[in-house]
């Protein structure tokens, strides 16, 4: 599996629009990237999902460039309620294969 | 969507009891599910792989017999903490995979006093 790295933290104000980015070197070739959402004492809440270049759904976008090595969680215009730790995965989406998840980044919106 | 609900959601138990742990798979039936622990300010370890119908396989450093999983029927998989004590107290959380995604549970919150 490929291991990520994502920054620990962030901080951001309202209405703001946040990148979170990924760096996957190891990433194969069927492996997919996917984030989740976590709020305290919640379980993770899928984002989104992408291959190659853009995807965007009605909460995220996200950017993959053509080598894959990395990728960025776009959040447009972020308010509080977006206050959680994002977790950035690389997966194979086969049935039965395990997700491992690194250490997340802390997201703080302030008002 | 798919949803996986867990029961119960809290639970205080004394230190050498036994607690049982739900995960279900309401709308889909899933012949793996996974079941993590969190630790407070940390990230989700998986802890084991639950099949329908057969033994679950365990993390490494994972004790088999204290965390027993059983994964009876394709919507439901429970995980009995026996003899817990207070080092494990933890957010427990359960995933079911359907056609590739996971899904995750609200969590159950273990306290062991």
């Known amino acids: 599996l490929a291991k990520t790295t994502q920054p620990i933290s962030m901080d951001s104000y309202e209405g703001q629009e946040v990148n979170i980015t990924c760096s996957h070197n190891n990433i194969a070739t069927n492996d997919y990237i996917t984030w989740y959402q976590q709020f305290p004492s919640q379980g993770p809440r899928f984002i989104i999902q992408?291959?190659?270049t853009k995807v965007t759904n009605e909460v995220a976008s996200l950017f993959i460039p053509a080598d894959r090595k990395s990728s960025t969680l776009s959040l447009p215009r972020v308010s509080l309620s977006d206050t959680a730790v994002y977790y950035c995965l690389v997966v194979t989406n086969q049935a039965g294969t395990a997700l491992i998840f690194g250490k997340g980044t802390t997201l703080s919106v302030s008002s | 969507g798919a949803v996986v609900s867990q029961h119960p959601s809290r639970v205080i138990c004394k230190s050498g009891t036994s607690v049982k742990i739900e995960c279900r798979s309401l709308d889909f039936q899933a012949t793996t599910m996974f079941w993590y622990r969190q630790f407070p300010k940390k990230s989700l370890m998986l802890m084991a792989t639950s099949n329908e119908g057969s033994k679950a396989t365990y993390e490494q450093g994972v004790e088999k017999d204290k965390f027993l999983i059983n994964h009876a029927s394709l919507t439901l998989s429970t995980l009995t903490v026996t003899s817990a004590h207070p080092e494990d107290s933890s957010f427990y959380i359960c995933?079911?995979?359907?056609?590739?995604?996971?899904?995750f549970g609200p969590g159950t919150r273990l306290t062991v006093l």
């Open positions: 992408g291959y190659k």
């Open positions: 995933s079911a995979s359907q056609r590739g995604s996971q899904y």
